[in-house]
């Protein structure tokens, strides 16, 4: 049984491997000119990259995978965004498992300041007990991608751990080096907050502020863009906008992590993330659970719709109809013009499966820091296209085994 099932891994993980798949995408795209003409004809089509990976099933409910690209480039760079959060919330999840603390996941979290710029945390009353967690911070993230939550993950598993794991999975065109949203660059990037856990009033870890000596460099095309930016003060700076010192997340590694994290088992025991089986339960129901079905923390209209952070296949409309069949496991990001997801959708009546990963940016006056980007109008129409037209692609593909998707069924009803 044991030579059996590392046949499967061995025979998967090559599958996997094999060469990407570069007609497939750019003819289905140009079968749709209404839809994607816009963005072929763009002089950059819109630094859209695209990577769609069939899932196949065989008789033993082993997924093998085949990847179909368009566009593809993992030395031009893209502004990550908040993406760059699951792989942090994972190494978070990593981090307390290897502290062995019981209950640390959900125990009080207090953030403390130790270096300039640094702010502390004490509350959260989002949290059912009004306390901020390492778990409610994760639902957070997943939920409605909440900047500060990830800032705090960020703090408590360190710049120098989280660019350790990323290059112990092989991750190697990706760098986590910064906080989100607060303006982290240079010095402060380096310091992270020092943090304690409390059950009740008890004190159960304390981790001291930590210093990350390293840096991190990488040279990517693209980094420098555009033709100006407004400063801090919001004075126009007639110079292209320097992404040089920024978060790289290729689009191949977006998807590695989501493989690894959804289909573990198709990975050799040690390539695989250090999470219990209760971890991933916890990930892929907050991945898949729309805002508005959560009690703590609370998303309501008109901040928040059931597909907010549902990029492929809903774009950004609230009042769209939700196909009940389907749920989407997925990261967005959202920054700079660059609109981008990662996503697992799955149609449980049709037996549908299928992983999806895409960027596309729209900035047409070449202007950084000025909030006029063409989200509504470019980047989450595509997205939307995108991921109708693919799963309308998957609905009629033949498999000669169906998918058995029972692990990814949650009662979104039910508290953890």
Same mark, same amino acid.
């Given at each position: 049984?044991?030579?059996?099932?590392?046949?499967?891994?061995?025979?998967?993980?090559?599958?996997?491997?094999?060469? %990407? !798949?570069?007609?497939? *995408?750019?003819?289905?795209?140009?079968?749709?000119?209404?839809?994607?003409?816009?963005?072929?004809?763009?002089?950059?089509?819109?630094?859209?990259?695209?990577?769609?990976?069939?899932?196949?099933?065989?008789?033993?409910?082993?997924?093998?995978?085949?990847?179909?690209?368009? +566009?593809?480039?993992?030395?031009?760079?893209?502004?990550?965004?908040? %993406?760059?959060?699951?792989?942090?919330?994972?190494?978070? *999840?990593?981090?307390? +498992?290897?502290?062995?603390?019981?209950?640390?996941?959900?125990?009080?979290?207090?953030?403390?300041?130790?270096?300039?710029?640094?702010? $502390?945390?004490?509350?959260?009353?989002?949290?059912?007990?009004?306390?901020?967690?390492?778990?409610?911070?994760?639902?957070?993230?997943?939920?409605?991608? =909440?900047?500060?939550?990830?800032?705090?993950?960020?703090?408590?598993?360190?710049?120098?751990?989280? +660019?350790?794991?990323?290059?112990?999975?092989?991750?190697?065109?990706?760098?986590?080096?910064?906080? *989100?949203?607060?303006? !982290?660059?240079?010095?402060?990037?380096?310091?992270?907050?020092?943090?304690?856990?409390?059950?009740?009033?008890?004190?159960?870890?304390?981790?001291?502020?930590?210093? =990350?000596?390293? !840096?991190?460099?990488?040279?990517?095309? +693209?980094?420098?863009?555009?033709?100006?930016?407004?400063?801090?003060?919001?004075? /126009?700076?007639?110079?292209?906008?320097?992404?040089?010192?920024?978060?790289?997340?290729?689009?191949?590694?977006?998807?590695?992590? /989501?493989?690894?994290?959804?289909?573990?088992?198709?990975?050799?025991?040690?390539?695989?993330?250090?999470?219990?089986?209760? !971890?991933?339960?916890?990930?892929?129901?907050?991945?898949?659970?729309?805002?508005?079905?959560?009690?703590?923390?609370?998303?309501?209209?008109? =901040?928040?719709?059931? %597909?907010?952070?549902?990029?492929?296949?809903?774009?950004?409309?609230?009042?769209?109809?939700?196909?009940?069949?389907?749920?989407?496991?997925?990261?967005?990001?959202?920054?700079?013009?660059?609109?981008?997801?990662?996503?697992?959708?799955?149609?449980? $009546?049709?037996?549908?499966?299928?992983?999806?990963?895409?960027?596309?940016?729209?900035?047409?006056?070449?202007?950084?820091?000025?909030?006029?980007?063409?989200?509504?109008?470019?980047?989450?129409?595509?997205?939307?296209?995108?991921?109708?037209?693919?799963?309308?692609?998957?609905?009629?593909?033949?498999?000669?085994?169906?998918?058995?998707?029972?692990?990814?069924?949650?009662?979104?009803? $039910?508290?953890?």
């Amino acid at each position: 049984m044991l030579r059996l099932s590392t046949f499967f891994i061995l025979l998967t993980l090559q599958t996997s491997a094999q060469k %990407t !798949d570069t007609v497939f *995408l750019e003819k289905l795209l140009q079968s749709k000119p209404e839809l994607f003409g816009k963005i072929l004809q763009h002089p950059t089509k819109n630094e859209v990259q695209i990577l769609y990976t069939q899932i196949d099933r065989d008789e033993h409910n082993v997924p093998h995978f085949h990847s179909y690209s368009f +566009n593809l480039n993992p030395n031009r760079y893209f502004y990550p965004a908040s %993406t760059v959060k699951l792989p942090t919330a994972i190494f978070a *999840l990593e981090k307390a +498992n290897q502290l062995k603390i019981m209950g640390i996941k959900e125990a009080s979290m207090i953030t403390d300041s130790a270096f300039a710029g640094q702010t $502390k945390v004490s509350i959260d009353t989002s949290a059912e007990n009004g306390l901020p967690s390492i778990s409610h911070y994760i639902k957070k993230i997943l939920l409605v991608s =909440d900047n500060d939550a990830y800032n705090r993950l960020y703090e408590f598993v360190g710049k120098a751990e989280i +660019n350790q794991k990323l290059k112990k999975y092989g991750l190697n065109q990706t760098r986590i080096i910064g906080r *989100l949203a607060v303006g !982290d660059a240079g010095e402060s990037t380096k310091h992270t907050n020092p943090i304690e856990f409390f059950a009740g009033k008890r004190s159960i870890y304390k981790q001291a502020a930590q210093y =990350d000596v390293n !840096d991190y460099p990488m040279e990517l095309e +693209n980094m420098l863009q555009g033709k100006g930016y407004l400063d801090s003060h919001d004075q /126009l700076v007639n110079k292209p906008f320097d992404f040089r010192e920024k978060n790289v997340y290729t689009i191949p590694n977006q998807q590695e992590v /989501l493989k690894r994290l959804l289909f573990p088992e198709v990975y050799p025991k040690e390539q695989q993330f250090q999470l219990k089986k209760e !971890d991933y339960q916890f990930l892929y129901k907050y991945m898949s659970m729309y805002p508005t079905e959560s009690d703590h923390p609370k998303y309501t209209s008109p =901040d928040y719709w059931p %597909t907010f952070c549902k990029f492929l296949f809903y774009g950004s409309k609230k009042d769209t109809t939700i196909n009940p069949n389907i749920r989407i496991f997925n990261k967005i990001g959202d920054s700079y013009g660059y609109d981008i997801d990662n996503a697992y959708i799955v149609d449980f $009546k049709n037996k549908v499966e299928f992983m999806l990963t895409a960027v596309v940016q729209s900035n047409e006056d070449g202007i950084y820091n000025d909030n006029k980007y063409e989200y509504e109008t470019v980047c989450l129409p595509f997205l939307k296209n995108l991921g109708q037209v693919i799963y309308q692609q998957e609905l009629t593909r033949q498999k000669k085994h169906l998918p058995n998707l029972n692990k990814f069924k949650f009662d979104y009803g $039910k508290k953890d």
